[in-house]
């Protein structure tokens, strides 16, 4: 019995012996990945449609390998139509730089307007909304979008649109004006028995 308890304690102590890993002189220490970091931003009262809105543009973000947070995660209190709101925005986005962040997406419901005839030239009373998303770079300290995109939804579409729906759109845009990277995806097919 002995024996065996020195065998393992040997076995043991050979086992958790130190390892040298020795690094390539190629590689450089100092060196770092730098990747543009992201922050979503959705202007609106409604703290449930906030919330949604900015998780899915992150995760479809997310999925075109652009990383993103979501200001719910730095502003919880819901966002009003008042100054105290506007100011903490201003020190919000002001903040960005020093977080680490180079854009920033902000997405708003831009004006509605009530129109007899629709896009496909029906005639009716139709609601148009107008979703407004911009794209600012913080590095250049300039007010102007780098990008901008107005996406109108009449009042009849809106029972056949989800949130997916919108956010699959800007994001596609976006992709296909290049602003963020294009992923070429297949639907994969899948066969059952």
């Known amino acids: 019995m002995v024996r065996i308890i020195f065998l393992l304690s040997c076995f043991l102590i050979v086992s958790c012996s130190a390892t040298k890993n020795v690094i390539d002189n190629r590689v450089s220490l100092s060196s770092r990945i730098d990747q543009d970091k992201w922050m979503v931003l959705c202007l609106s009262n409604v703290s449930s449609f906030r919330k949604e809105f900015e998780l899915e543009t992150k995760q479809q973000l997310i999925f075109h390998d652009v990383h993103a947070a979501t200001s719910i995660e730095y502003l919880p209190k819901e966002l009003k139509k008042d100054i105290e709101t506007k100011n903490r925005l201003e020190d919000f986005v002001s903040q960005l730089p020093e977080k680490g962040f180079s854009m920033l997406i902000i997405s708003t419901m831009g004006s509605v307007e009530r129109t007899k005839l629709d896009a496909e030239g029906y005639f009716g009373d139709f609601t148009l909304y107008h979703y407004i998303t911009n794209v600012y770079s913080l590095e250049d300290n300039d007010s102007q979008p780098i990008w901008s995109m107005c996406l109108c939804v009449y009042d009849y579409q809106l029972n056949q649109l989800t949130l997916s729906d919108m956010v ?24 059952h028995l």
């Open 168 to 191: 699959h759109a800007i994001v596609a845009e976006m992709a296909k004006d290049e602003i963020i990277p294009q992923i070429d995806s297949e639907l994969l097919e899948l066969y």
